[in-house]
């Protein structure tokens, strides 16, 4: 059973050493329309047999040889057509992203096609990044790092951007070298079926991409894998903590890729109606659930009233409605469970902040995990809408003294991924952006460039992905130190 639209050979079975087989328990995994609230699609259930049976399947592979002995080079072939063929089901992707989360029919075609060309960049550090490099040594005649493959790794992604997430990872850790699991978020596997049919009619070789959709006794008996040798997580810092320690049990590498609650400062020079217009409609953005969501702002203690208002007649003025509406601006929640989380924390702001605009469900709806864009003014910023990660279209505006008091309201937060600097000003939003402990900042707006690596501060994370950098943490670094150089270097 899948959505209209979404062409799956076998969603009741797992993709497991290059066979589609039956789950061990014959589980399946509901997932539900956050539009309508009724059951659209049901896919295989991974359990723990599941799990260890694709991992040793990605160990045969590994230790084999077939896949790391390849060049980096055609490894990066092999990445470039599986891209290929995902380009073609670009239109699947997205139907099975709005259908799964409600995420925007307007704005999926654009999102998913930039996640497949993501993959051709990935694809050309194959033939670029130096796998392979003599460095001077005062020591020996000839000195060499190369740079080889983790291993094993667990690719786990979230439910909000399942496609970019995940293909992102499981392209890394091809082209260098790594075999995969995909766990794939329960809420949102049908990208990843998608992925394993892609990868199965690019040519890759048995066990080196296997797929298991679990819930999260299964994904933590996956992670607890001995074989697994590095885990790759985009999740919440709750869940990346569990997975952290658990990694660091067994000395096992990973990345986490977690929350934030990233800050925008406005300067005096910036207009208020601009500001407005870049806020209001920032937060409403995969309806607020982007880890890298600008949902704290940061203001000159004089102006905030007249942007309280200025955001509340943009946030007034957004059009709800159901994801595919092509007119539609902030579709639902994706799920229940987090409407419900949001409007606790609404509930909270009105305890300790002034609600302006917003803070509850439409009227219009009596079906679908919808809620209006909100904003409290006047927030303190030691409060709880200020410092936990709400993942909803929920806006806390700051008042600040000065530039300094900015700053430090800034930095005072437990997170650290994302942030931004509204002024006309470069050189003043380069010296603010050095003075902000996050892992990116882009100047007037949510600026992420793929290109670049991206990753948080602080509880935000750990390491890096996007850009060389995102590379990295798939490969260790060997140095090998002869007494001659080796035919060929």
Request: proline share 6%.
């Amino acid at each position: 059973m899948t959505p209209d639209g979404i062409r799956i050979t076998h969603p009741d079975k797992l993709f497991i050493d290059g066979q589609w087989v039956r789950p061990a328990r014959g589980g399946a995994i509901e997932i539900t329309s956050p539009n309508s609230e009724e059951v659209i699609a049901r896919v295989a259930e991974a359990s723990n047999e599941d799990m260890d049976a694709a991992v040793a399947a990605a160990r045969r592979a590994f230790d084999n040889g077939g896949w790391t002995g390849l060049t980096p080079a055609e490894r990066g072939a092999f990445v470039r057509r599986w891209a290929a063929i995902l380009g073609e089901r670009v239109g699947e992707l997205s139907a099975a992203w709005t259908a799964q989360v409600g995420g925007l029919a307007s704005f999926a075609p654009i999102m998913h096609g930039g996640g497949v060309a993501t993959l051709d960049f990935i694809a050309s550090l194959g033939e670029s990044y130096p796998f392979v490099e003599r460095r001077p040594s005062s020591q020996v005649d000839t000195a060499i790092v190369v740079r080889e493959p983790v291993g094993v790794t667990a690719c786990i992604a979230p439910w909000n951007a399942p496609f970019s997430t995940m293909s992102s990872k499981v392209a890394y850790a091809l082209v260098a070298g790594c075999t995969v699991v995909m766990k794939p978020s329960p809420e949102t596997p049908l990208e990843a079926f998608i992925m394993a049919e892609a990868a199965e009619a690019a040519g890759l070789p048995a066990g080196v991409l296997n797929l298991v959709c679990g819930d999260r006794e299964a994904s933590d008996h996956l992670v607890n894998n001995p074989d697994v040798d590095k885990v790759s997580f985009t999740g919440s810092t709750a869940a990346g903590k569990r997975i952290g320690q658990v990694c660091a049990s067994r000395v096992a590498r990973c990345t986490l890729e977690l929350g934030g609650k990233s800050a925008a400062i406005v300067r005096d020079d910036f207009p208020i109606e601009v500001a407005a217009a870049i806020l209001g409609n920032t937060i409403t953005v995969m309806s607020g659930q982007v880890c890298a969501m600008l949902s704290r702002a940061i203001v000159p203690r004089k102006r905030h009233d007249e942007l309280a208002d200025a955001i509340a007649r943009v946030m007034q003025g957004i059009k709800i409605g159901h994801s595919d509406a092509p007119d539609t601006q902030l579709g639902p929640l994706a799920m229940k469970r987090q409407l419900d989380r949001v409007e606790e924390y609404i509930a909270l702001g009105r305890e300790s902040a002034d609600l302006v605009t917003g803070g509850g469900r439409p009227s219009s709806f009596n079906k679908g995990y919808f809620i209006e864009p909100t904003l409290f003014a006047n927030v303190d910023n030691r409060s709880r809408i200020a410092q936990e990660e709400i993942f909803g279209p929920v806006l806390a505006l700051i008042p600040a003294e000065d530039e300094e008091d900015a700053i430090r309201i800034a930095n005072e937060s437990s997170y650290g991924l994302n942030g931004s600097v509204l002024t006309h000003d470069a050189d003043a939003a380069y010296r603010i952006a050095r003075q902000m402990r996050t892992g990116g900042i882009g100047q007037n707006g949510m600026r992420l460039e793929f290109g670049m690596p991206f990753g948080g501060f602080k509880q935000s994370g750990i390491g890096r992905e996007g850009g060389v950098e995102g590379l990295q943490p798939y490969l260790e670094t060997k140095s090998i130190l002869l007494d001659a150089a080796p035919a060929g270097l």
